[in-house]
């Protein structure tokens, strides 16, 4: 059994990313993973910043990740910064997925 791992934030619209007025910037982002070697002793390490962590298992061997991440700026400068400097990012340790 595998899961699906939903961080939720705002909700984008179809482009994927929203900024608005009000120095707000949303993206939803969908990545699947697999780990190399699988055993009962698979580990999913999750490291939110902010905001909610929903996790669901299923009968498959994948992992699938839903993100909406949002960055809020003060000024549009701080804005785009912060789009630049905040990523998802995905370490394979081939039976741990970080």
Known sequence: MCCVLSLSGMAPTASG????????STEKIIRELIFEKKALNNTLMVLNING???VEGYEGD???IE???TIKGKTQARL????LEID?????RADTLI
Request: proline letters at 4%; glycine letters at 12%.
């Open 17 to 24: 990313q929203v900024p608005t007025a009000s120095g707000t």
């Open 52 to 54: 909610d962590v929903k």
């Open 88 to 92: 998802l990012g995905i370490i394979d």
């Open 80 to 83: 785009e910064q912060g789009k």
């Open 67 to 69: 993100v909406e991440k």
């Open 62 to 64: 994948k992992v699938m």
